[in-house]
């Protein structure tokens, strides 16, 4: 199994960019499913983006195109860029990963459980 380890997320403010990301410990070529979701305080956590392996990425609703997913095979590393930051954007952030073998839909509607693999968190806080 792989171990995911996100960098720290650190603190920006409302209208800035900010990009996270997630080594693995281990090739990302043969996890089909990898993602991104977050969990503010006193809410649920939420699929942010997904990228499954031949396919584009997918967003939640609320992405309105400020959200951008992306990996990078030569260093096995998942990115998610966060532009024009909000209020609502700070949350402890997570990235996850499948196996070898995902469900399509699943990993396109980041279902959880479509991922295997789960980094520890990191916090983004969003200061006006």
């Known amino acids: 199994q792989v171990v995911l380890v996100e960098s720290k997320g650190g603190e920006a403010q409302v209208g800035e960019s900010l990009t996270l990301s997630c080594s693995a410990s281990?090739?990302?070529?043969?996890?089909?499913?990898m993602g991104w979701f977050r969990q503010a305080p006193g809410k649920e956590r939420e699929g942010v983006a997904s990228?499954?392996?031949?396919?584009?990425?997918s967003y939640f609703d609320s992405a309105k195109g400020r959200f951008t997913i992306s990996k990078d095979k030569r260093k096995n590393t998942l990115y998610l860029q966060i532009d024009d930051l909000k209020p609502e954007d700070a949350a402890v952030y997570y990235c996850?990963?499948?196996?070898?073998?995902?469900?399509?839909?699943?990993?396109?509607?980041?279902?959880?459980?479509?991922?295997?693999?789960w980094g520890q968190g990191t916090q983004v806080t969003v200061s006006s």
């Open positions: 996850a990963a499948s196996g070898a073998s995902v469900v399509t839909r699943a990993c396109k509607e980041r279902q959880a459980s479509a991922f295997r693999s």
């Open positions: 281990k090739s990302i070529v043969g996890l089909t499913c």
């Open positions: 990228i499954i392996n031949g396919g584009g990425p």
